[in-house]
Nanobody
Framework: QVQLVESGGGLVQAGGSLRLSCAASGRTERINYMGWFRQAPGKEREFVARILRNGRRADYADSVQGRFTISTDYVKSTVYLQMNNLESDDTAVYYC??????????WGKGTQVTVSS
């Protein structure tokens, strides 16, 4: 079993930056990818970014490409999301995700990111 705890959300003005962190515990050796999804009010949860646990590959949603950077600390089993040039459309609850297999995922409880215009 894998447990995820997010931190780093908050309120920021448009154009500003925030850094999210997600620490995994438990059976972390089973994790393939770690990443982030987000859900804005009235919208479905959407993919933001993911990274292989060893850091060798990262994927991004088109909407955040070039503004967000995902990274990982393999030893600490922690993934980070550096968010720059934030826009009002980035306002959402951000959820950490750990993919263990094609059918098994772990989720954090979420952290709120609010971007004021």
């Amino acid at each position: 079993q894998v447990q995820l705890v997010e931190s780093g959300g908050g309120l920021v003005q448009a154009g500003g930056s925030l850094r999210l962190s997600c620490a995994a515990s438990g059976r972390t050796e089973r994790i393939n990818y770690m990443g982030w999804f987000r859900q804005a009010p009235g919208k479905e949860r959407e993919f933001v970014a993911r990274i292989l646990r060893n850091g060798r590959r990262a994927d991004y949603a088109d909407s955040v490409q070039g503004r967000f950077t995902i990274s990982t600390d393999y030893v600490k089993s922690t993934v980070y999301l550096q968010m720059n040039n934030l826009e009002s459309d980035d306002t959402a609850v951000y959820y950490c995700n750990a993919q263990i297999s094609a059918a098994v995922n772990a989720w954090g409880k979420g952290t709120q990111v609010t971007v004021s215009s």
